[in-house]
């Protein structure tokens, strides 16, 4: 298992990781199987998406944030309700399957860290299980 | 790995796909294991619900479509920023158990490609890894 | 592949299982995997989230639905549509590294069943597999 610390800037901020995640991959030297990505943490999550332009992440930050808005009406009272329920919807995990010794990811898409309540220091675990 | 050709036909529709995805856990011979489905693409998803109703998915379409709406107020100017956001929120990919070389679903569950920005070709990656 | 039997208390609710799963890793005797845990059912789901204090978790209940109402308005006639669409928001499956022989789990991390049409009996199917 291999790990990538991330340092976000912004409460909310998905943050393009497959420059990092394809790295893992290739030096695994795995040439068939499947990489598994997971977020450790509950104000947080993993996605994958448009990297092609930026505004496809803006827009994702900005319409949960329009369903889930900051501020008040929640019993957990640390400010952060909303972080949490937004890592709920995205989700903590996503696997790739991995062809070639590279991601098999389709044209349009990169992996996002999806910070929700930043900015912090952050990790995000990757493994890497080739084919029998 | 196998892939399933799809042909949308609608802007937004949910696609019942276990039959294809079944067939290529038999014929992979695997007896007990995981059966890993993959979409590569970026304004589309998978998810397993209700297949016995169809209205089931029609009101999954229709409450997503509700929520996340398409139209203007999004960064993203190809009219489909709402089609990336319900791809996040969907998620790119599922897995199922399976055993005694079959699907382990529960008694309603089917799985769905959820097209989001059809009609379009598309496809679903699936991998099935067997026991050690 | 082991079961979790779960008995829910009410319409929404959200379980902590953490214990139970962290059994199964234990009892696997793998030292270095993934544990993977799939909900066989089509009105309940899966999540990770902060197990610390109790008010997270009800607010993913309250907010879910507050987005997600019950009530009229679906196709579906069986009084659970919300609870099925709620089911594809939070998805069916999770997967947790596995490291030392326990689950990898960050700080703040617990497993949560979650339930949107309860009471019920339930299950949740947990798989544990090793490193080669």
Not at 11 to 25: G, Q, S
Not at 68 to 87: C, M, Q, T, V, W
Not at 107 to 116: A, D, L, R, V
Request: net charge neutral; charged share 30%.
């Amino acid at each position: 298992m291999r790990r990538i610390e991330i340092n976000t800037r912004k409460r909310e901020e998905l943050i393009d990781i497959t420059t990092e995640v394809r790295k893992i991959v290739r030096d695994s030297n795995v040439e068939s199987g499947i990489c598994y990505i997971y977020v450790p943490h509950t104000t947080a999550g993993v996605t994958i998406n448009e990297h092609a332009d930026p505004d496809v992440a803006r827009d994702i930050e900005s319409t949960l944030s329009k369903l889930i808005p900051p501020g008040r009406g929640y019993r957990h009272l640390e400010g952060n309700a909303d972080s949490h329920i937004k890592a709920t919807v995205v989700g903590p995990c996503v696997f790739v399957f991995v062809e070639n010794g590279d991601l098999l990811l389709g044209t349009w898409q990169g992996i996002f860290f999806c910070e929700f309540d930043g900015p912090r220091r952050r990790r995000v675990y990757v493994k890497v299980v080739g084919d029998k």
